[in-house]
């Protein structure tokens, strides 16, 4: 999803008055051709506008290994 198509999911967000899963309905159905994110996403989104005045990256987040401790 490119910046464009994010910046129009959040201003539907604004249309459906904050609902997200009314947001990510109505995004679906303006936009069939496109990948419709789930609701959480918006959220996603928000937090990291707000946060880091940028949209987060789309890389994959890699959990840490947790330490073996059976010694």
Request: hydrophobic share 25%; charged share 25%.
């Amino acid at each position: 999803m490119n910046s464009s198509e994010k910046v129009e999911l959040i201003l539907i967000f604004g249309e459906c008055n904050r609902n997200s899963r009314q947001a990510a309905r109505l995004y679906a159905d303006r936009y069939p051709n496109r990948y419709h994110p789930h609701h959480n996403y918006v959220f996603r989104l928000l937090r990291g506008l707000s946060e880091n005045g940028q949209f987060p990256s789309n890389e994959i987040r890699q959990r840490q290994p947790r330490p073996n401790n059976f010694d």
